[in-house]
């Protein structure tokens, strides 16, 4: 009886251990590892770009699929913080999401006709889009590919919707308010906060581009 | 279950400490390295996009 009692205490002890050990590696350690492989990403791009000349104004249009997992951009948003910078990966496998954002595949290029679409975590693995709800109309999303800076502007406020919609990335998304084709861009990230029952969306056009060798955006310092 | 590997350990009462706190090391290293990555996505703090799923 004794040994039944004193294995069944050392079994809750255990498993309280493991969800103590478990949390701590959900709430910290997931966000260690973001920040070391995001900064690692964006470490990578820099280093291409510094190492390729810079490409004239009009390049040749590229038709190469970007691969999948591969870095494409750096983004900035001066709302979610002055230092808020992630960089955009290609495709939303969950690998490639520990990392940085994805890029949906088969939704527009950066800065073409289309939708650039984006998808980010909410919560855990660096909490990239922790204050999604904060965005507002006319806020700045800025991006560069390392040849261009991309300035969109935020349409409307965050919306709530359910994860089938699908349309949201839609070339032309339906309910965005956009009435024809243009240079748009999208971010979706869960709803609520810890949960996956919605998901949040905000809707951007592009504002202005601008060569890199000109110098950083006006937005990204206002 | 922790008696029984006590008492299972060679050594004396400090070669036993050192190695249970080996033990317990090498159990959260299994733990963060294969057994929560595994774990986590099963949650649904993954879930950022839309799929249609």
Known sequence: MRLVVRTFSELCITVGALIVLFVVYVLYWTGVQAASASAGQIDTLQREWTSTPVRTAAPVPEVVPHAPGRGIAVMYVPRLGKDWKWPVLQGTEVGTLKKGLGHYTGTARLGETGNFAVAGHRRTYGDPFKDFPRLREGDAIVLTDGTTWFTYRVDRAPYRTVPTDVGVIDPVPAKSGFDGPGRYLTLTTCEPEWGSSHRLVVWAHLDATRPVADGRPQALDS | ?53
């Not at chain 2, 299972?8 to 733990?31: D, E, F, K, M, T």
């Open chain 2, 1 to 53: 279950m922790y008696g029984w590997i006590w008492r299972h350990l060679p050594g004396n009462a400090w070669v036993r400490a050192l190695i249970s706190i080996v033990l317990v090391l090498a159990v959260v290293y299994a733990l963060f390295q294969y057994v929560f990555p595994w774990a986590e996505p099963l949650l649904p703090f993954n879930d950022v996009t839309v799929d249609g799923q």
